[in-house]
């Protein structure tokens, strides 16, 4: 086994050991609204799952109503010292965010990390996907590695994040596997899940790393296809997609989102929130968002999300290092 597979295993055996699914027990309290900061643009991972949680929460009646704001910039930073600087009036504000908060404190994008936020809770995984034009002449992951081997200089992959980040570390996990050199692969990065789907519809980049979630719908229309699936097995909302593993890459990989509030956020304040999420998990308004996007449930509420998060903090930096990303 090489070192590769090793670490990409031991990444996944820490987000197995971390996530809590049982339900917390907290105080019976309403929310009257939650507003929901997307780091992001329209179309991407965290603004889905932004709207998606907000759809469920006011469909089964546990908040009264929820409203959005799109805040891009600074790779995610510009929405963290947002909700830091104006945190006395920002405790009705929940934002989003995922596995990119941990690489991109690691790397230096914003100065904050996770640390400096109130942890409200995780809540699901969206695996990562491969995709490309339906039209393309690529038809599975490894005529994408043949393509790039040919030509890497013609074999561009976009992603919605930053160079070194999620969807950059995703393709690079997937090239390493192959026996491409990842430092090699061309990488555009984009703001946001559409304007990464934009690029590719347009021919900038053969083909984008992104979340499963972003890519279902638009493979489900014909637009584009999905070439591999960092999942074990084949994901109910999409079985046409293959995975990467029964195509011969040992690539696995799932990325957590879940919610943060401002510093200081009170402690009755915070326990409705979690409430709120925790009762969430038993409606069917939300098992039809959580089914439409492909997600799986992962519910780590407060100090287990904390626990989850510095021992990611460490994994993945590891394997940043192993990577040259860091």
Wanted: hydrophobic share 45%; aromatic share 8%; net charge negative.
């Amino acid at each position: 086994m090489t070192l590769m597979k090793m670490t990409r295993r031991v990444v996944l055996a820490a987000a197995a050991a971390s996530f809590s699914f049982a339900t917390p027990s907290f105080a019976e309290e309403a929310v009257d609204s939650i507003h929901f900061l997307i780091p992001g643009g329209a179309g991407g991972g965290w603004d889905g799952t932004a709207r998606g949680t907000g759809e469920a929460l006011t469909k089964a009646g546990l908040v009264g109503s929820a409203s959005y704001e799109n805040m891009s910039g600074g790779g995610g930073g510009k929405a963290i010292g947002y909700l830091i600087e104006n945190a006395d009036s920002n405790h009705g504000t929940l934002m989003v965010n995922s596995t990119p908060i941990v690489i991109r404190s690691l790397t230096g994008v914003f100065p904050q990390n996770f640390r400096d936020l109130t942890l409200v809770a995780g809540t699901i995984g969206d695996y990562a996907a491969l995709v490309v034009p339906a039209d393309s002449s690529v038809k599975d992951v490894n005529g994408l590695i043949e393509a790039f081997k040919t030509d890497p200089a013609g074999t561009a992959i976009g992603g919605g994040s930053v160079p070194g980040g999620m969807d950059h570390l995703v393709a690079a996990m997937v090239f390493q596997a192959a026996g491409a050199d990842p430092v090699a692969m061309k990488y555009v990065p984009y703001d946001g899940g559409g304007k990464t789907m934009a690029g590719l519809l347009s021919g900038e980049v053969q083909a984008v790393s992104t979340g499963f979630s972003e890519a279902v719908e638009l493979a489900k229309a014909g637009e584009v296809r999905i070439i591999g699936v960092t999942s074990p097995e084949r994901v109910d909302a999409y079985p046409d997609a293959a995975t990467m593993v029964e195509q011969g890459n040992d690539t696995t990989f799932v990325n957590w989102r879940g919610f943060f509030a401002a510093p200081g956020l009170p402690a009755e304040k915070l326990a409705a929130y979690q409430a709120a999420i925790a009762k969430m998990y038993d409606t069917p308004e939300w098992e039809e968002v959580r089914a439409r996007n492909g997600w799986v449930n992962i519910h780590n509420p407060g100090d287990d999300f904390r626990v989850f998060l510095e021992g990611q903090e460490q994994t993945i930096g590891d394997l940043m290092k192993k990577l040259g990303f860091l």
